[in-house]
């Protein structure tokens, strides 16, 4: 089976993100996020390591591309926190660089900064996952990844290196973060020029994680996905008119503020401005000289 994969291998429906490969560097994930869907198919989640050969498969595989579009990662970060020890992120950047391919890098992490370097090499989008500017509740939410004041940071020093940096503010929960004004206002003022959004999709195991953490939220937002949510392809979501007002609410606030806007696996791609994954701030290729 190879490491390169097509994105989206399962055509969901709700997926309208442009053709791309991605590769996930690590099996698993060491940030501890209360709604991580992934720790629902992929046993001992928490347990991060990088995948066997990966060295020597993609070097194989990596041969075969002609500059492709390139996503690290879709359903593990590709900087946890061993990625400051063992480069596995890095090896596979340099690999990628040599065969001309675009990177879009999707994080948690501040450790991204490491590879500006690398990223400046060749067209790259760099997006960073930040649910809250509350360092406190992003704490309770994503208790072993970087505090969002760090990621904020993190963008800006891209922003300044001349990589666009897309922020998904995702996934938005009821009564939780659904009003992010601040953190738009904060995104706005570094440079951000795209925003992407999705609401929470509880599954079985992160349900009853953020029913642990945040008992009385949860309870009052129970009955809006288990008694009127809608299901779409093994997904759980808010009823339709409910996450529409939600999202729409936050691209209103994003629009004022000047920047682009897209959701996530929502089923109303007619909110988006822009491309959903940010790939329409993709440097052109003709900025880049060896």
């Not at 055509?11 to 060491?30: A, E, I, M, Q, R």
């Not at 500059?67 to 890095?90: F, I, K, M, N, Q």
């Not at 953020?210 to 809608?230: D, L, R, S, T, V």
């Amino acid at each position: 089976m190879p490491l390169l994969s097509s994105f989206d291998p399962w055509h969901s429906s709700l997926c309208t993100c442009p053709p791309k490969l991605t590769f996930n560097p690590y099996t698993g994930c060491d940030h501890g996020c209360l709604y991580c869907y992934a720790t629902g198919y992929v046993q001992n989640f928490q347990n991060c390591h990088p995948k066997k050969d990966q060295l020597v498969t993609i070097q194989r595989e990596a041969t075969k591309l002609k500059g492709e579009t390139v996503l690290l990662s879709s359903s593990s970060d590709p900087y946890p926190t061993v990625e400051a020890v063992l480069h596995w992120t890095r090896k596979i950047l340099q690999i990628l660089c040599e065969r001309n391919c675009k990177i879009e890098i999707t994080t948690k992490s501040h450790l991204v900064i490491r590879d500006i370097d690398l990223l400046s090499k060749v067209p790259s989008t760099v997006a960073f996952t930040i649910t809250t500017d509350d360092d406190a509740q992003a704490k309770l939410l994503e208790p072993h990844a970087p505090p969002p004041s760090m990621r904020i940071e993190a963008a800006q020093d891209l922003i300044k290196a001349g990589i666009p940096v897309i922020v998904r503010i995702d996934p938005i929960i009821p009564l939780v973060n659904d009003m992010p004004y601040t953190l738009i206002e904060k995104l706005a003022d570094i440079g951000v020029k795209h925003i992407i959004s999705s609401t929470y999709k509880p599954k079985g195991d992160n349900w009853q994680r953020m029913k642990a953490a945040m008992p009385k939220e949860m309870e009052k937002i129970a009955h809006f996905y288990f008694k009127e949510g809608e299901r779409v392809g093994g997904n759980i979501l808010l009823p339709q008119e409910l996450r529409q007002k939600i999202i729409g609410n936050v691209r209103e606030i994003v629009l004022e503020h000047g920047m682009s806007f897209a959701v996530c696996r929502e089923g109303i791609p007619k909110l988006n401005t822009a491309t959903c994954d940010g790939s329409h701030l993709m440097p052109k290729r003709e900025a880049y000289k060896w």
